[in-house]
């Protein structure tokens, strides 16, 4: 088991719903990630936050909102997905300090299947 | 977009063997590390290195790291049916705006 909490496990959503991926940590991380991976892909990173202020948003399209309401919840709002959108969302956790030196510590993801 | 390329993309061997996968990647690093997915799961952290060290172990894992040839390899020793997974390097770029990358990971499978 991980100590970054994802929930849910899996969903399934129309393309007009509206859903939220939520994430949660303990470890006092101050940073915080959403990665994007499809089927026997590596993890794409979408965005990161860092003191929860945005600090990295990789062109992301709007439909995927992040949010970091305090330093131990990260939360990914999904409106008017594509089916190309379906894939396992991953976020994770590492220590704010020298840029990059910290391991990232990940949940087991949402794995997301939009019809 | 992707910064590492390990080969091979797929490894099987038989329990008790070694393990090396290699990982190439192509510009300026802070360090690299190694990440372990079993399937369906989230990554795992492995090992980190640092790009002025040569080589460092953990328990049953050896990475080495070549900033000139901008290589690096992981070596399990006496693998287990346990180890069967992805792997995958990442590299953390130089720079003001470094990030972690991943490469393309290697699929592998210990057979028992």
């Known amino acids: 088991d991980t100590e970054v909490t994802q929930t849910p496990k899996h969903l399934v959503m129309g393309m007009t719903n509206k859903k939220s991926l939520k994430c949660e940590q303990h470890m006092g991380h101050r940073a915080m990630y959403w990665y994007k991976q499809k089927a026997k892909k590596p993890p794409e990173l979408m965005f990161v936050y860092s003191y929860e202020k945005l600090s990295i948003n990789e062109s992301v399209p709007s439909r995927f909102s992040p949010e970091c309401p305090n330093s131990s919840l990260l939360n990914l709002h999904l409106h008017a997905l594509q089916p190309e959108d379906s894939a396992l969302y991953l976020c994770?956790?590492?220590?704010?300090?020298?840029?990059?030196?910290?391991?990232?510590?990940f949940g087991n993801g949402t794995r997301l299947t939009v019809t | 977009s992707q910064q590492g390329e390990e080969d091979p993309q797929a490894l099987s061997i038989q329990e008790g063997e070694n393990a090396t996968m290699n990982c190439s990647y192509k510009t300026s690093i802070n360090n690299l590390q190694w990440y372990r997915q079993n399937s369906g799961r989230g990554l795992v952290h492995l090992i980190l290195?640092?790009?002025?060290?040569r080589e460092k172990h953990s328990g049953r894992l050896r990475v080495t790291l070549d900033t000139s040839k901008k290589s690096s390899s992981l070596l399990i020793t006496a693998s287990r049916a346990a180890d069967t997974a992805s792997y995958f390097c990442a590299t953390v770029n130089t720079g003001a705006n470094s990030k972690l990358t991943f490469g393309k990971g290697i699929t592998l499978s210990v057979r028992p």
């Open positions: 994770a956790s590492s220590q704010v300090g020298r840029r990059g030196y910290s391991p990232l510590h």
């Open positions: 290195i640092r790009s002025n060290e």
